[in-house]
């Protein structure tokens, strides 16, 4: 009897918590949002706000001297677009109106490499690609981000709200498991940020180089002992819409340095 | 290809001691890691960094496997005269980075 009120007294208590657990537990508000910049150290943030000693700048100064070199006599980047592309980064991941598929800003420099040209796509992570990204990224510094998710774009962001959603990996997480409902807390020597992408191409202490988001997403999947997915599959493009989305407004900050 | 970051003020008064800041785009690969098959993953990394002012070194440093990545290195020198500063990397393998960057005292 003892027991069984025992049980009865767990049974209340749990029930208690569950509807103590406020239900915007599974989004997070706009009065919480925070960028990964606010889970650094001082010493991290230092680094970061440094006009100087900000290593991601080494890529952006990379990036800026290819955006106007022209490679095999081809026209280069700064011969179409010369006032730069101020505020363009933060509109992507977008739909791209001749092919109707999503493209990232790595697909579209691909896109601009290939079809206008006449170059050969760069590979994800080589230091090419990492430089043009990071420097196209860094006029947007600042800036939100501020992508469409309506129309064309509404499946993909659909389908990117699943990824974050679906537990895999041997520990059975989803992304929303940490991101959403533990940021803040405590893994091991690390606290749990939001999972924002605002950051990226960012400088990982960790990777001792600049990084792209896909890159930390394979880490992320990585890390829950899931199979990731390869360099510029479309799912992850898809991933990286619903983060841009779901940053709300968060101000773009690459190259930022994170862990 | 290395990418450079130099940051060594246009002018200074005579006499003023100047902060100079030297920032080199280099994997300084250790050689003690090792890859997901367990193979050791070569070292590579920069082993000599000098700096001289029209001809005079004026800092210079010996590196060895524990240096991050991308070093930075912050000195600092008593501007007397204008000139130039040289600045060079060397790699294990001889291989060298230059760039320079010019003072001017008034």
Redesign the interface.
Known sequence: MIRASLLLCVFAISACQEAAQPSQQSALTIEEIRSGYTFLTAETQALQDDP??N?G???V??GAELFQSTIAGEASCASCHEEGLHGVAATYPAVDESSGVLLNLEGRINQCRTQHQSLDALAYES?ELLALTAYIFNQSHGLPANVDISGPAEAAYQRGYDYFQTRRGQFNLSCQHCHTENWGKQLRGDTISQGHGNGFPAYRLEW??LGSLQRRLRDCDTGVRAEPLPFGDPRYIDVELYLAARSQGLALESPAVRR | MASIRLAVPKTAQSGDIIEIKALIQHEMESGFRRGSRGEVIPRDIIVRFECSFEGVQIFAADFHPAIAANPLLTFHMRAEKSGRLLFEWTDQNGETWRDSADLEVI
Do not use: G, I, N, V
């Open positions: 100087f000693a290593p700048l080494l890529w100064d990379r230091e001792q180089s």
